[in-house]
């Protein structure tokens, strides 16, 4: 017997609602930011989607425990400066996070709503609460009083603020000590304009500084002042090292050394820190040719190729030695490049980097790869495939593979155990070293990874930091 019931009819899936976005041939011609943020209204209409789940997974997606479902539902209400307040109980970089965190398998990566839609945007919303707050003067959290413990912070990245930050909620003086002349760490060396403004930073760190954090650039530890000399001589009661991986890899083929390879590093640190895209209006200049190989396939790749592209290059190919699926780059910052013009060479790898007499480079030599079983970081093993190799046109090369940690830490403080490429070893749970109240997070202990990761490690190393010294009786 048929029923007269009529069928049910699905809405069809949901997208993300777009964020306004710089035009792709108007923006390879500066260095302004490239997504423009959310209005109130895209906003609103963004957090109406929530599902408000009475257990949410999207939270538990987060390194640095965000409150996700009330700063949304505080979004719905319009109370943006709730919002703002919400999620800083737990994150002291917001305006960052939304803009360079991978959200995609994080937070939104769990999120309920996205198992038949597009997950809720939540970085944008993120993003879209953290500049409202900032432009509208947003209030200091709630402090605890002065405990009389003093803490130093070594490197100012990510991990360094985020822990500086929590510590300074819990009543301690913290000292921040950054070696370089900005504070920031990879959020301003090695993180292009237009995709983190550094004035967003600058505000960022500024915040901190209003919670009382003092900050001391031009500082470096291992040289200036070891991390016993803080502790024995100075009074700092324990130490965090967030100091990074500031190192750069390289690849043992020839021509390595010709003038024009750089490390990715230097090449973004010129660029970023340095403003050597405004030369001779700032000191620094760089040297980039019409045709541009980037080797590598993370966001440090896309960020150079990117640069290269806005400064002057016609031609830029990014040289990746597995596929597209292995690409490590976040899927945005891939779809952004090739917008852009990014062209990619998948299943390649450089064998050698050609020079002319004087040192010029005139081409790099690759060879064609085929994909075989899984290696121990579980991608398909890359293997080459026999008489394929072929000449790129190229004039100038950025190696992006990857940074090792800087040794000045661990070879000016005895006692401190590493690991056999240089990463200082902690307990996992409170970040404590070999040495008692030395604390380690970020990429001087896991090797570069993302900037959320590197906040999360923070966190916990302020809570272990914070268990510590509650043992002990001022």
Request: aromatic share 6%.
């Amino acid at each position: 017997m048929s029923s007269d019931k009529p069928k049910r009819v699905r809405k069809p899936p949901t997208k993300k609602i777009p964020m306004p976005e710089q035009d792709p041939a108007e923006r390879i011609k500066n260095f302004e930011e490239v997504a423009l943020g959310y209005t109130v209204e895209l906003a609103v209409a963004e957090a109406e989607k929530c599902l408000q789940c009475r257990n949410p997974r999207c939270m538990s997606g987060c390194p640095v425990e965000v409150p996700i479902k009330e700063f949304i539902e505080l979004i719905t209400k319009r109370d943006f400066m709730g919002a703002a307040a919400k999620i800083k109980e737990t994150n002291s970089l917001p305006a960052i996070c939304g803009r360079v965190c991978p959200q995609e398998s994080q937070c939104e990566a769990s999120c309920i709503y996205g198992i038949r839609n597009e997950p809720i945007a939540i970085g944008r919303l993120e993003r879209f609460v953290a500049d409202y707050a900032r432009e509208h003067g947003e209030g200091l959290p709630e402090m605890a009083p002065k405990n009389g413990f003093r803490v130093a912070v070594v490197g100012s990245g990510p991990s360094g603020l985020t822990c500086a930050g929590d510590l300074a909620k819990l009543g301690y003086e913290v000292t921040i000590f950054e070696a370089f002349h900005k504070p920031g760490g990879v959020l301003v060396y090695g993180i292009p304009q237009f995709r983190l403004p550094k004035d967003i930073v600058q505000k960022e760190v500024d915040y901190l500084k209003r919670m009382g954090v003092e900050l001391k650039c031009d500082y470096v530890i291992g040289k200036i002042r070891t991390i016993d000399q803080l502790m024995n001589e100075d009074g700092y009661d324990a130490v965090f090292v967030g100091s990074g991986a500031g190192a750069p890899n390289f690849l043992n083929i020839p021509g390595i050394n010709l003038v024009d390879v750089y490390s990715a590093n230097e090449f973004l640190t010129r660029v970023n820190l340095m403003k050597a895209y405004r030369f001779p209006e700032y000191d620094t200049p760089i040297k980039i040719g019409k045709k541009v190989a980037v080797i590598g396939g993370g966001n440090v790749a896309m960020d150079a190729s990117r640069t290269a592209l806005r400064l002057g290059a016609s031609d830029v190919h990014i040289v990746y030695r597995r596929s597209r699926k292995e690409l490590p780059a976040r899927a945005e910052e891939v779809h952004h490049a090739e917008e852009e013009g990014v062209q990619f060479q998948l299943l390649t790898n450089p064998v050698e980097i050609i020079g002319d007499e004087k040192g010029n480079v005139v081409g790099m030599r690759c060879i064609r790869m085929e994909l075989g079983e899984p290696d121990e970081s579980g991608r398909r093993r890359p293997v080459p495939i026999p008489n394929s190799d072929f000449v790129i046109d190229v004039n100038t090369v950025v190696i992006a593979v990857g940074n090792s940690p800087n040794p000045i830490i661990s070879q000016t403080t005895p006692g401190l155990e590493v690991s056999k490429w240089g990463g200082i070893l902690i307990d996992e749970e409170t970040g404590m070293t070999s040495r008692e109240g030395i604390f380690a997070g970020g990429d001087i202990v896991t090797g570069a990874a993302t900037v959320i990761s590197a906040m999360g490690a923070g966190k916990r190393a302020a809570r272990g930091i914070h268990e510590y010294l509650s043992k002990k009786k001022k």
